[in-house]
């Protein structure tokens, strides 16, 4: 056994430093899990230091072969391991800086999906060559192999640099904060990051020798600042700062209560929202805050309160309060956090807001009420109620389509009143009105819900009657005829009585187009005219 191992393996420098690497990797989250209580970030880190750890050691066991095929099979759990590390880079950087809420389960699975098609692409590299076209070997004798690499290397290396920038990125804005913790605990997080980034880049430039990757490397160097960080300065404890900075400064007013309602802290800020200058430390709650209206005392055991409090003072004004339990380690409440703000200025911009949201509304609502007002008018002609020519211009053409598509027929009927202009000329203009609106109402009475009944201009009405036969068109324009012929018009002590002409078509056996359906309805209508009106002629 001993002799095959020498024989497989030969233990270099690389071999070591990457092993050391990958123990320093080991203690730091194991250093991170020993204080996974007190903050949430540590478990994504334990689990980035373990991705270390393991790229490390297989990068290792990848130096330190000699055989061609074992190296390949140790460069390939190297993806594995570089994969899982930039994910959970990534992930361990939204958590950092508190966009948990991105995680959820199907942005999780996505963040996973590219690592995980790439880990595939280079377990199947036989099959394609994508990842590596060829080996070299170490020309001064060294068991080092130079990897050829082919589109899909680097490809890998695009998902590798888009994560960890996605991640960089995140951090150095959590590090440009004025918060010293928050700033402080990201430059060391973002220092971590960017070694092995240079690492990588590096050897991507060709700027180390030949065939030596010092990636897995460089996170010796970041797993020595994690190890310092964490357990010199406590890197993700919530270490205390300056009280002036997080407490004297704040705009809002903050409270400290014991158990028993009494005072143990408060900011200049809350002191100046409650007015008073006096030393409050130590006084119950109760008495400090017993002129507001409202009894600030509403949490209870198990609860945490965010209520809007009115002061009655000189001048009305409104405070939000927040008031949060404090507990130990061992869930026993040791007190209250109230967090005081002014929102007189919220509040009546929230009250402006609304007024002027209603006043909105209700100018919406008549231009709504406007509009399709306007719509009906600009669709329907004034007099008889019937569609208008605008409204047949623009619906005609679709029932066409339709009718194409589910290959059924259109009937078009154009009508117009005969002798219509010596009514108006003998009985006047009203009268002429009164006509076109009697046979509007017969159009309509005889009509589907489905058919297009328009007043076409003047005396001339048009209709298009979809699913129609000739035949049957036919017979609806005579129906319409005879009715029109036996109506009598009652206009003042007079009855008027006139006849209408009309012309048929039919689509798509006698045109396909709605200008050519109309230009041969309008000479069908011309025949009936000429063959001396009040009939029914069409296109044979």
């Given amino acids: 056994m001993n002799t095959a191992s020498k024989m497989l393996f030969q233990y270099n420098l690389y071999f070591f430093f990457l092993t050391l690497t990958a123990i320093i990797s080991v203690i730091v989250a194991f250093?991170?899990?020993?204080?996974?209580?007190?903050?949430?970030?540590?478990?994504p880190f334990i689990l980035m230091m373990l991705a270390i750890a393991f790229y490390a050691?297989?990068?290792?066991?990848?130096?330190?072969?000699?055989?061609?095929?074992?190296?390949?099979?140790?460069?390939?759990?190297?993806?594995?391991?570089?994969?899982?590390?930039?994910?959970?880079f990534l992930i361990f950087a939204i958590h950092f800086t508190n966009k948990k809420r991105w995680l959820t389960s199907r942005n999780t699975v996505l963040l996973w999906i590219i690592p995980a098609f790439n880990v595939a692409m280079v377990a199947t590299n036989e099959w394609h060559n994508l990842i590596w076209t060829g080996f070299l070997l170490d020309p001064h004798g060294s068991n080092v192999v130079i990897y050829r690499h082919g589109i899909g290397f680097f490809w890998v290396i695009s998902c590798v640099y888009i994560y960890t920038f996605l991640g960089v990125f995140l951090l150095t804005k959590r590090a440009l904060l004025p918060s010293v913790l928050y700033s402080?605990?990201?430059?060391?997080?973002?220092?971590?990051?960017l070694i092995p980034l240079l690492g990588a880049t590096a050897y991507m430039l060709g700027l180390t020798p030949p065939g030596l990757n010092v990636t897995p490397m460089s996170f010796m160097v970041t797993g020595l600042i994690y190890a310092v960080s964490l357990f010199r300065f406590r890197m993700f404890d919530l270490v205390p700062v300056a009280r002036d900075i997080l407490i004297d400064r704040m705009s809002d007013g903050v409270l400290v209560l014991d158990v028993q309602n009494r005072i143990l802290d408060i900011n200049p800020a809350a002191q100046n929202l409650?007015?008073?200058?006096?030393?409050?430390?130590?006084?119950?709650?109760?008495?400090?805050?017993?002129?507001?209206?409202?009894?600030?005392?509403?949490?209870?055991?198990?609860?945490?309160?965010?209520?809007?409090?009115?002061?009655?003072?000189?001048?009305?004004?409104?405070?939000?309060?927040?008031?949060?339990?404090?507990?130990?380690?061992?869930?026993?409440?040791?007190?209250?956090?109230?967090?005081?703000?002014?929102?007189?200025?919220?509040?009546?911009?929230?009250?402006?807001?609304?007024?002027?949201?209603?006043?909105?509304?209700?100018?919406?609502?008549?231009?709504?009420?406007?509009?399709?007002?306007?719509?009906?008018?600009?669709?329907?002609?004034?007099?008889?109620?019937?569609?208008?020519?605008?409204?047949f211009d623009s619906s005609f053409p679709r029932e066409l389509v339709c009718a194409a598509q589910e290959s059924y027929p259109v009937a078009v009927i154009l009508m117009d009143i005969d002798y219509f202009k010596k009514i108006n000329d003998t009985f006047g203009h009203q009268a002429g009105d009164r006509v076109l609106q009697v046979f509007a109402d017969l159009l309509l009475k005889y009509s589907r819900s489905s058919d297009i009944v328009c007043r076409y201009g003047g005396e001339e009405f048009v209709l298009a009657l979809p699913g129609m036969t000739l035949n049957n068109a036919f017979q609806r324009a005579e129906q319409i005829r005879l009715s029109f012929q036996a109506a009598r018009v009652k206009f003042g002590d007079k009855e008027i009585n006139t006849t209408v002409s009309g012309g048929i078509c039919v689509f798509p056996d006698n045109a396909k187009t709605g200008d050519d359906l109309l230009q041969l309805a309008d000479k069908a209508l011309y025949a009936a005219k000429a063959y001396g009106r009040n009939c029914i002629k069409y296109v044979r």
């Fill in 31 to 43: 250093g991170a899990w020993q204080r996974r209580k007190t903050n949430s970030v540590s478990e």
């Fill in 57 to 88: 050691m297989v990068a290792a066991m990848e130096a330190a072969a000699t055989a061609l095929s074992d190296k390949i099979f140790w460069s390939k759990l190297e993806y594995l391991g570089s994969g899982s590390l930039i994910t959970l």
């Fill in 184 to 193: 402080q605990q990201s430059k060391i997080a973002l220092i971590g990051a």
């Fill in 274 to 391: 409650i007015g008073t200058t006096a030393l409050l430390i130590g006084q119950p709650v109760d008495q400090v805050l017993s002129k507001w209206q409202h009894n600030v005392i509403l949490y209870h055991e198990h609860d945490s309160v965010k209520t809007e409090i009115l002061i009655d003072s000189a001048t009305l004004s409104y405070v939000e309060l927040r008031i949060t339990l404090l507990r130990d380690r061992r869930r026993q409440l040791t007190g209250y956090l109230l967090i005081l703000r002014d929102i007189t200025q919220r509040h009546q911009a929230e009250v402006e807001l609304r007024q002027a949201n209603e006043r909105l509304r209700l100018q919406v609502l008549e231009i709504e009420t406007l509009q399709t007002q306007l719509h009906e008018q600009a669709m329907h002609d004034g007099l008889t109620g019937l569609f208008n020519r605008r409204y």
